[in-house]
C-alpha cells in the first residue's frame, strides 16, 4: 500500500464537471479518508483526477512520495469504485472479482482463487457461479469492491459507494467497508455526502466545497470543531442565534442568550451553532421566556423517543431540531418548550463565518483583536487542541440559571427511569 499526496490541484470547469480550485490534501498509508461535500462540490472531479481520466491544468499527484502525473491510468495502481459501479452484468460474480486481475496477467488458477477468497470475505461465497444482473443492490457493491481490491491496488477510491443503498443496507455497509480496507490494510479516499460514512470508518475527513478543501483533520475534531460556518453547516450543525455580545452572553432580540467563550470576543457579533445530537427540549417554564424557548412545529418519532422542530423567533424562519425524552408522549404542537444544550459542545463563529477558537488562559488575559483572515484556516493537525473551539467554562452558580457547568453529563443512554434525572442535571442556556 501507499500513502497520497495532493498538491494544489486545479482546473478549469468542465461540461459537466465543476472546476478544482488548488486542492491539497494528504493520505497516511494504510489510512482511511473521507471526501465529504454536497452534490456538485467536485468529489468525484477530484477523484477522475488523481486516477488519471482527466487532465489538470497545474499540481502535482504524489502516491509514495513520487508523481503519477506522468504515468497512464493502468500504471498507477489505483483501485476504481465509481456509483455506476460499471459490473459485467451477464457474468458471475466470481468472473467480476477475478477481472482486474486478470488484466494484470495473473494466471486463472490465481484468479480464481482470490476471488473465491474475496467472495468469502464479503459474504457471498454462496453467490461465486450467480451472474450479477440477478444479486441485489447492496451485493452487487459489495462485489465491485472486491474486484477494485483484488489485484491489491496502492491506493482505492470510492464515489458514493452506498449511494443506492436504503438505510439499513447503508449501515452494514459502512461497517463492513471499514472493516474491509481496515483488514487489508487498504490506503483508501472515499467521497460521500453523508457525514455518517465519514464517522463510521474514516480516520481522516476532508470537507469540500466548490472544488476546494475547507477543512482536513482528524475525523473526530473536524466534526467536534469545525473551522467555519459553512463547514459547520455541512457536517449538520444548526444554528442557534446571531446576534451581539452583551455582559458576556451573546443576545439576539427575539430568540435568546447563550454565555459567551472564555476569551474576549474578536468582533461585535457573532453567531452560535450546535449539533442536534447535543441539543435537548424540557418543558418551559410558565410565562418564562428566558434562555432559549421554542414553539414546537412538528414532533417526529425516531426510536423510542422523538425529535422535535422548533420555531426560535416570531417570524419562524428560526428553527432547530432537538430530542425530546422528557416522557415517551410526543409534546403537543404548538406547547412552549426549552433548549438545552450539553456542556462543551456549542460552537462561536464571527460575523464573517470563522470559528472563535479557544486560547489558552495566558493568551486570554491579553487585550486587542486576534488576527483574522480572509478565507477559513484549514484545520490540517494530527493531535487535538487543548479543548474545542468555543467552549464555555462559566461555572454555574444555582440551578436553572443558565450558565454550562464545567462538568460533562455522561452521554451514554438512559433507561426511561433516568430520563428525568439526567435532564434535571443539565441545566437551560440563557
Known amino acids: 500500500m501507499a500513502s497520497l499526496a495532493v498538491r494544489s490541484l486545479a482546473r478549469g470547469a ?61 500504471e498507477r495502481r489505483i483501485g476504481l469504485v465509481f456509483q455506476n459501479l460499471a459490473l459485467f452484468e451477464a457474468r458471475t460474480a466470481l468472473e467480476n ?51 477494485a481490491i483484488a489485484p491489491r491496488p496502492d491506493l482505492l477510491l470510492l464515489d458514493e459507494p452506498a449511494a443506492t ?26 467521497a460521500t455526502q453523508d457525514v455518517r460514512e465519514a464517522a463510521a470508518y474514516a480516520d481522516v475527513t476532508a470537507v469540500f466545497m466548490r472544488g476546494r478543501v475547507l477543512q482536513l483533520g482528524p475525523t473526530p475534531r473536524v466534526l467536534a ?15 442557534l442565534l446571531e446576534g451581539a455580545w452583551r455582559d458576556g452572553e451573546l443576545h439576539e432580540p427575539g430568540v435568546g442568550s447563550l454565555p459567551g467563550p472564555d476569551l474576549p470576543p474578536i468582533e461585535s457579533t457573532a453567531s452560535a451553532m450546535a449539533h442536534p445530537s447535543a441539543l435537548f427540549a424540557i418543558p418551559a417554564d410558565q410565562d418564562d421566556d428566558a434562555g432559549l424557548v421554542g414553539t414546537v412545529e412538528r414532533a417526529i418519532p425516531d426510536g423510542p423517543v422523538w425529535r422535535v422542530r422548533l420555531g426560535l423567533d416570531a ?5 432547530v431540531t432537538a430530542r425530546w425524552e422528557w416522557d415517551m408522549q410526543p409534546p403537543a404542537v404548538g406547547s412552549r418548550l426549552a433548549v438545552m444544550v ?10 464573517s463565518g470563522h470559528a472563535v ?11 486587542g483583536p486576534a488576527p483574522s483572515s480572509t478565507e477559513p484556516p484549514e484545520d490540517r493537525e494530527t493531535a487535538a487542541d487543548p479543548a474545542p473551539n468555543g467552549t464555555s467554562e462559566v461555572a454555574s452558580n444555582g440551578a436553572g440559571n443558565g450558565r454550562l457547568p464545567t462538568e460533562a453529563i455522561p452521554l451514554n443512554p438512559a433507561a426511561p427511569s433516568e430520563v428525568d434525572v439526567r435532564h434535571r442535571e443539565l441545566p437551560r442556556v440563557d
Open 14 to 74: 468542465q461540461p459537466g464537471a465543476p472546476a478544482l480550485n488548488g486542492v491539497s490534501l494528504e493520505i497516511d498509508d494504510g489510512r482511511i479518508a473521507a471526501l465529504v461535500g454536497p452534490t456538485g462540490s467536485g468529489k468525484t472531479a477530484l477523484l477522475r483526477a488523481i486516477a488519471g481520466l482527466d487532465p489538470l491544468d497545474r499540481g502535482d499527484i504524489l502516491i509514495d512520495g513520487m508523481s503519477v502525473l506522468n504515468r497512464p491510468v493502468h
Open 97 to 147: 472479482v477475478a477481472f482486474g486481475m486478470r488484466a494484470r496477467g495473473w494466471s486463472t488458477d490465481q484468479c480464481d482463487e482470490q476471488a473465491a477468497e474475496l467472495l468469502g470475505h464479503i459474504g457471498l461465497a454462496e453467490h461465486a457461479a450467480r451472474p450479477v444482473a440477478e444479486l441485489s443492490a447492496e451485493a452487487r457493491g459489495r462485489i465491485a469492491l472486491a474486484r
Open 165 to 190: 443503498l436504503g438505510e439499513l443496507q447503508r449501515s452494514l455497509w459502512r461497517d463492513l467497508l471499514g472493516e474491509l480496507l481496515r483488514g487489508f490494510g487498504i490506503t483508501a479516499l472515499v
Open 225 to 239: 470543531s469545525p473551522s467555519s460556518t459553512v463547514v459547520a453547516e455541512l457536517v449538520g450543525y444548526q444554528r
Open 315 to 319: 417570524g419562524g424562519l428560526r428553527t
Open 342 to 351: 450539553v456542556p462543551g459542545t456549542l460552537r462561536y463563529f464571527t460575523a
Open 357 to 367: 477558537d479557544r486560547r489558552p488562559r495566558a493568551a486570554a488575559r491579553r487585550t
